[in-house]
């Protein structure tokens, strides 16, 4: 107990989440789920009685984060807290992580987080609780991720979420739409839907083609604040029409496209069981450039899958200097266990693999620096997401429809008068790296509390 606690306070708790933003979402109703048992934050591992952490199982790097993090959490923690660890790494790896990390006092797959804490912390338990459906906490930020299902239908040959997420599980769209307005009206005014699969949305309940007409009902929160629906995480052969012209349409849904491309070699994307090619690909960018010149791009590609041969890695390099995405990442093949790709042969030498990176990097960089460069002087309209911190000074830190929170660049404006949530119309003054500076013109909006 620390010095001036009372006896009766409340047990506190603290998480860690590592991974991707739909495991953010998870936290957050986490956290939701522990402050309805009555257990309080804390502001650190060290004072806190329960320490969760939400793990990542994507990749061998990303498990080893997990492991990682648990046992820096462990030298910390006080004596007498329970150490929980849940998510993707808990779900997968199960009685087998329990038996590697023998500090950790409990291992809680997904059908357990609803009810995280510990009896003896538990105040007003509430029973059973499906984590998808539960609601959250005020968001502190003036945008949020929003998931709209869970788990995923296909079957690509390198991932194994699958496994371990399910098939999907799409939500009622009065279910989603009760969650954005309640963000909506604790002062979120950008809200990021994401999916294992979003454009397959509604497929599970045999109902293709329902996320154009969730953005419709989406979009009606305008009128309580809502801003801005960004999407995350589009298979590219969904996108079309009516998605397409849907997403361009609306005032709420920004022309922000994240593809999840993973190559462009077409003998390649069929050893991953994948759709698609580099000319398909291309032919969807410009498509969509055409009818809106402002849309941005991002996608994500895997270097080094088994089989990957110079030429399918050529047909890449060509790709991304044809297609100009604004932003791309780039990942080294990791083998998960139980997958198709795990038994293909044809491993890719790691040494091979680092080298086709640096020459991926070396071509894509430029290409977004010259993306943000070709902003400097035009007049853009931003969402500050807040003002001042560590990195910043007393700066406010904003972005346009082109960068995804916590994923892409960032404009920083000095000497603006500026609260966080409030749109602003600037002028973008200069780019460093992924970046930009600017100036503000005129405020737009008023901000959050």
Known sequence: MSPGERPDAPARFYLETLGCPKN?????????????????????????????????????????????????????????????????????AGDELADALPEVDAVVGFAGEGSLAPVEFVSRPRGVRDLLELPRPAHPAPWAYLKVAEGCDR???????????????????????????????????????????????????????????????????????LERLRLLYLYPSEVRDPLVSTMLELDTTVPYFDLSLQHASAPLLRRMKRWGSGDRFLELVEGIRTDEPDASFRSSFIVGHPGETETDHDTLLAFLSEARLDWAGFFPYSEEEGTASADQGGVVEESLVHRRLRELTGLQDPLTAAAREALVGREVRVLVDRVGNDHSGGAAVARTHREAPEIDGVITLHDAALSAGDLADVRVTGAVGSDLEAEALVAAGAGVA
């Open 24 to 92: 953010a979402v998870d936290s957050d109703k986490v956290v939701g789920t522990l402050l309805d048992d009555g257990l309080r934050p804390a502001e650190s591992a060290a004072v806190a009685d329960l320490v969760v952490v939400n793990t990542c199982a994507f990749v061998e790097e990303a498990r080893q984060e997990s492991i990682d993090v648990t046992l820096a959490l462990d030298e910390v923690r006080k004596p007498g807290s329970r150490l929980v660890v849940t998510g993707c790494l808990a779900e997968r």
């Open 155 to 225: 079957q690509c040959a390198f991932c194994a979420i699958p496994s371990f997420r399910g098939t999907q599980r799409s939500r009622a769209p009065e279910a989603i739409e009760a969650e954005a307005r309640s963000l909506v009206e604790s002062g979120v005014r950008e809200i990021v839907l994401v999916a294992q699969d979003i454009a397959w949305y509604g497929r599970d309940v045999g109902e293709p083609n329902s996320l154009e007409p969730l953005l419709r009902r989406l979009d009606r929160l305008r009128a309580h604040g």
